[in-house]
């Protein structure tokens, strides 16, 4: 489970932020808490903002930390091309703009059964990697133990199996990770980190281009098992009962194409009718091919117990069926394996104290620099300096502007002119 992300100096956030997902010491939802290597930890965060807050550069952040942690071993020999790889960091200040990005996060590992906690971290600069760290702690620690760290003129592997550290030290590129190399070479602690990021899963639906691949996406086993489609046509039925079931039909490749394609068809029951209407998928509404969409990812986390991050998760679909999906993570019967959801979103719908705890609440804003902040409901002191109580009605006080976090507008007169 993800207790807490930490990242500085990328896109609109010049200074460190920090989303922490472990628990408050406060009353409500207590029964959702789950208890994990001597951490409180949450299955839900909500992230609020007005446009061009930030909320989506906090997305884009573990979606980098995450992509250079599976990939960056590709990139060692790449040297004159590392710009592309390198993040986008504040650009609105000399300091910044040429300074290095951080990323840190504080995890367990699924199914561990010892319950231990990792810290693992790394820096990027102009040419590379400035540092890196990976730190391990016992469920009955209280500290944290170094695995391995490294800096520019520092390569310490010495929590590493010493038949693999010559290895490292000998392969180790500057634009390359000690992690995502020891994963390479088979190293269990370096695997164990690289895949806790690999499981994971990330669904950006801002982008028009990620929302096209999505909605082709397949479950497993979908095309060829009869109880995989049942199982999605009873997801399917918790928000729309008219699709009974599918039918898959596999179309000839044209050329010397080796992709297989498939027709996939929604079968509708007709009125007074034993038959069924057939209508493409891709002719159903965009919030249902959304719904098809989520529905790989969800499957995943759910099983795998990792971290399913989204960004504008409300987009194309009704408040409801947004709550229903936030519900699936929040029940402690359906969600077992302690998945996390973590999502940006503009639906104030769901921003109630009967659904959500004041520290699974977080809001983004900018200020007049352009500077983006990340901070929690939980945390939030008003004018008069008392902290936000449970009874409240956030979605008005929101709106009202009492937390910050909306935009500041002004009349579209222009037309007047």
Known sequence: MLIQFNFKNFKSFRDEATLDMSAAKM?????????????????????YGANASGK????????????????????????????????????????SENADSSFEVYFTIPQDKSEKSYNYGFCVGLEGITEEWLNVKAKTARKYSSVFYRSEDTLDLAGLPENSRDNIA??????VLVISLGAKLKIEKCKAVRDWFFANELADFGDAVTNLFLSRRLPKGFVNDRVVQKKVVEYFSSFDEHI???????????????????????LHKKIHSEKM??????????????????????????????????DELNARLHPLLVRNFLLTFLNPQINVNHA??????H?????????????????????????????????F???????????????????????????ALKSIDIFDR
């Open 381 to 407: 002191v008003d004018e008069d300096g008392g902290r936000i109580r449970k009874d409240e009605s956030y979605e008005k006080n929101y709106l009202s502007g009492k937390y910050g976090a909306i935009p």
């Open 347 to 379: 639906d104030t719908w769901q921003l109630s104290n009967q659904l959500l705890r004041r520290d699974e609440i977080w809001f983004t804003e900018k200020d007049e620099e352009g500077i983006s902040a990340l901070y929690s409901l939980a945390d």
């Open 27 to 47: 009353t409500e939802f207590s029964e959702r808490v789950v208890s994990m290597g001597n951490e409180k930890i949450l299955p839900v965060a909500a992230i």
């Open 340 to 345: 996390q959801l973590v999502f940006t979103t």
């Open 244 to 266: 009974k079931d599918f039918r898959i039909e596999k179309i000839q490749s044209e050329g010397e194409s080796k992709e297989e394609k498939y027709r996939i068809n929604a």
């Open 56 to 95: 989506s550069n906090v997305y884009n952040a573990f979606e980098y930390m995450s992509e250079y942690v599976v990939n960056s071993f590709k990139y060692g020999d790449e040297e004159e091309k590392f710009d592309e790889y390198r993040p986008t960091p504040f650009l609105f200040d000399e300091l």
């Open 170 to 175: 000998v392969a180790l590129e500057k634009q």
């Open 277 to 310: 209407a057939e209508i493409p998928l891709g002719s159903e509404s965009a919030g249902t091919l959304k719904m098809f969409s989520l529905y790989p990812e969800l499957q995943e986390v759910l099983k795998k117990g990792s971290v399913f991050f989204i």
